[in-house]
């Protein structure tokens, strides 16, 4: 299936709207919030067709409200449609847009070659970079809504943020959570180990402390805190399940053959099981 945004955006809260990733690979989930003055929009999708599209779908969401643009973090279908979005102001936490520049390009290269549909959807793509950075915690005032945006890597990636919105108790987590999928655990060594699953798990347990009623997830339905809890249970049993194998001497390969059947049949509906080896090795490689 192509990595298209095709979905039709819903309500999670009044001014609350999400474009739903149909379950499509390489297609995340969107989010628009229109507050009176201005309108945030939470992820772009993979190249320019995608934030040309997710542009217009935001345009007609906010009406001639500014458009403020944020990612959730620097990975191509997250973010690899900002260029579409000229005239609106382009928020990133610093993590994430120094991770862009140094990795952006990799990423472009790296997922050209992931077929021909994923190819022509990065044509002509640019790396954006942002209008305002920001460390630690920024709040954005739409008028009548504020969002707070929270720098919250190295855990999926470097810079992941998250998007929260307070008062309605909305959380977009990006690649944080995936509903019903193993996590993505992009562990490529040499050209990037900078996924850390020991401090993803410390970053859902602050995420599940601030309570949120609906969670946005980067891939997959939308849910509610129970889906950080699930990603959390899953991180926490296979780095407890690596190390204990590790412990009685196994090396890599050997803990990945007995540990993938065992982790597919514990969550026989989740998608993406070659995530597990990557998952498995970057524990490992973090525990040398
Ligand atoms: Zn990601």
């Known amino acids: 299936m192509a990595p298209i945004v095709e979905g039709r955006p819903f309500e999670v809260a009044p001014g609350v709207f999400v474009v739903p990733d149909g379950r499509v690979p390489l297609v995340p989930n969107v989010g628009v919030v229109v507050g009176d003055r201005a309108a945030l929009v939470v992820d772009t999708g993979l ?91 920024a709040e954005l005032d739409l008028g009548g809504r504020t969002v707070e945006l929270r720098s919250l890597g190295p855990a999926h990636s470097r810079g992941d943020q998250v998007v929260f919105l307070p008062e309605e108790r909305i959380l977009f987590t990006g690649d944080l959570v995936e509903t019903r999928s193993f996590p993505i655990f992009p562990f490529f060594p040499p050209h990037d180990v900078d996924v850390d699953g ?67 049949e514990r969550y026989p509906d989740w998608d993406y099981p070659e995530w597990i080896a990557f998952g498995v090795r970057s524990v490992l490689a973090r525990a040398r």
């Open 47 to 137: 190249g320019p067709g995608n934030g040309a599209i997710v542009r217009g779908i935001a345009r007609e969401l906010a009406g001639d409200r500014p458009l403020v643009l944020t990612l959730t973090h620097f990975h191509p279908e997250h973010g690899y449609g900002a260029q579409a979005f000229g005239g609106a102001t382009i928020v990133y936490n610093r993590a994430q847009r120094d991770e862009l520049r140094d990795k952006g390009q990799g990423y472009v290269a790296m997922f050209r070659g992931l077929g021909e549909d994923v190819a022509r959807e990065l044509e002509g793509v640019e790396l954006v970079q942002p209008h305002v950075v920001y460390d630690g915690a």
């Open 198 to 264: 020991r401090a993803w798990i410390a970053v859902l347990e602050a995420l599940e402390r601030i309570g949120p009623r609906v969670v946005v997830p980067g891939h997959g339905e939308v849910g509610d805190g129970t889906l950080l809890a699930a990603t959390r249970g899953y991180l926490t049993l296979r780095d407890a399940e690596t190390a204990r194998l590790g412990a009685d001497g196994r090396d890599g390969d050997a803990i990945v053959a007995e540990l993938e059947p065992r982790l597919r």
